[in-house]
C-alpha cells in the first residue's frame, strides 16, 4: 500500500528558531516529491524534488530529497510568525499508477 | 488507502463527452473539494462543500458541475471539456471547511483529447 508519513504531526517553536521537517514515503513507481504549505483552502507549492541529493532552496526554506531512504526534509531558518501553516509533503507515481499520495502534514505553528 | 478514495484512476475523453468523477469518505468530515492540479501550475481550488452545501465556487467554468448528494460523496460532471482541461483532479475532505487538517485523495488524471 503507497503510503506518505509526515513527522511530527506538530510543531510549536518560537520566532526565530530553525525547525525540520520530515516526510517518508512507500510508493512504487516513484517520480517526484512535493512540499506544499496550506495556510487557506489551496495549498500553495514550495518545491518539486526528483533527484537525490540536490537541495533546493527558496529564502529561508530548503529541501532534500534522500531516495535511498525514501525520504525528504523540509529546513525553515530564522522562522516567522507567518510560517505558521500546515506543511504537506505529496509524491507522485508515474506510469500506469500515475497519482499523487498526500501524507497527513504537520503543523507548525511559530510563537513570537 | 488515505481514507479518501476517487474513481476513476484515469479518464479519457472527447470533447463532446460527458463524464463524472467520483470521490468518497468514510472520516466523518462535513466538508469536501475538489481541485485541480495542472503541469506546471499552483494547485487550484474548485468547489467546496460543506454539509452537501455549495459554499464556494472559485470562477470554474459551467462545463464543471460538482454534486453533493451526501457528505460522504461528491462528485464532478463533465461536459464538452477543452483540451486545457486535461490535469490531475483531486477530492479532499475535511471535518468541517473551517479547518485546515485535510486528507486528499489520490487523484484522477483526465485527459480530453
Known amino acids: 500500500e503507497d503510503k506518505v508519513v509526515q513527522s511530527p504531526l506538530s510543531l510549536v517553536v518560537h520566532e526565530g528558531d530553525t525547525v525540520t521537517l520530515n516526510c517518508s514515503y512507500e510508493v512504487t513507481n516513484f517520480r517526484s ?3 506544499y504549505k496550506q495556510e487557506k483552502k489551496a495549498p500553495t507549492f514550495l518545491f518539486m524534488l526528483t533527484s537525490s541529493g540536490i537541495e533546493k532552496k527558496s529564502g529561508r526554506l530548503s529541501s532534500i530529497l534522500d531516495k535511498k531512504e525514501l525520504s525528504s526534509i523540509l ?4 522562522t516567522q510568525t507567518g510560517d505558521s501553516a500546515i506543511y504537506l509533503c505529496a509524491v507522485g507515481a508515474k506510469g500506469r499508477d500515475d497519482k499523487i499520495i498526500f501524507g497527513k502534514g504537520t503543523r ?3 510563537l513570537p | 488507502e488515505t ?7 484515469h479518464l479519457v475523453m472527447g470533447m463532446t463527452n460527458k463524464k463524472s468523477l467520483k470521490c468518497e469518505q468514510h472520516l466523518g468530515h ?7 492540479q495542472s503541469a506546471k ?3 487550484e481550488l474548485m468547489f467546496v462543500y460543506s454539509l452537501e452545501e455549495r459554499v464556494e465556487n472559485n470562477s470554474v467554468p459551467s462545463r464543471f458541475s460538482p454534486e453533493c448528494p451526501n457528505s460522504s460523496h461528491l462528485f464532478l460532471h463533465l461536459h464538452t471539456l477543452q483540451p486545457e482541461d486535461s490535469a490531475l483532479y483531486l477530492c479532499a475532505s475535511s471535518q468541517d471547511w473551517t479547518s485546515d487538517g485535510y486528507t486528499f485523495g489520490s487523484g484522477t488524471r483526465l485527459t480530453v483529447v
Open chain 1, 33 to 35: 516529491l512535493l512540499w
Open chain 1, 108 to 110: 507548525l505553528h511559530i
Open chain 1, 75 to 78: 529546513n525553515i531558518t530564522a
Open chain 2, 3 to 9: 481514507g479518501v478514495t476517487q474513481t476513476p484512476r
Open chain 2, 41 to 43: 501550475k499552483p494547485l
Open chain 2, 30 to 36: 462535513n466538508a469536501m473539494y475538489w481541485y485541480k
